[in-house]
């Protein structure tokens, strides 16, 4: 059974460091990238890293230098690095993928310089940044 698994969320102050993990049980060997979605409160969901099968990765602006998105060796499990945390970092934290070859995507959402349908994401992990 395919699962995308959220963890690692958590509370700290503004300037720390959280590291995500995500298990993407079932899903990495039929997608071709995974990505990192986040929702704050009263806001719509919005990409944040994203990295394809040859290890390249895409960043949105607000992020770009303080997380770093990653994977471990068998592509099992997502990572979400990310230092110097904002109070504006805040939010849900989803990731998410897309299944090769399953048509055209009902959502997706721009991550750096790339467009990624995302269809499938997880419960999320909260991030909570406090001031």
């Known amino acids: 059974q395919r699962q995308l698994v959220e963890s690692g969320g958590g509370s700290v102050q503004a300037g720390g460091s959280l590291r995500l993990s995500c298990l993407t049980r079932?899903?990495?060997?039929?997608?071709?990238?995974m990505a990192w979605l986040r929702q704050g409160s009263g806001k719509g969901r919005e990409g944040v890293a994203a990295i394809e099968l040859d290890g390249s990765t895409q960043y949105a602006d607000s992020v770009k230098g303080r997380f770093t998105i990653s994977q471990d060796k068998s592509r099992e499990i997502l990572y979400l690095q990310m230092n110097d945390l904002r109070p504006e970092d805040t939010g849900m934290y989803y990731c998410?993928?897309?299944?090769?070859?399953?048509?055209?995507?009902?959502?997706?959402?721009?991550?750096?310089?790339?467009?990624?349908?995302?269809?499938?994401w997880g419960k999320g992990t909260l991030v909570n940044v406090s001031s």
């Open positions: 079932g899903y990495t060997i039929h997608a071709d990238y």
């Open positions: 998410a993928t897309e299944l090769r070859g399953g048509g055209e995507s009902s959502s997706g959402y721009d991550i750096g310089s790339r467009y990624y349908g995302l269809d499938y």
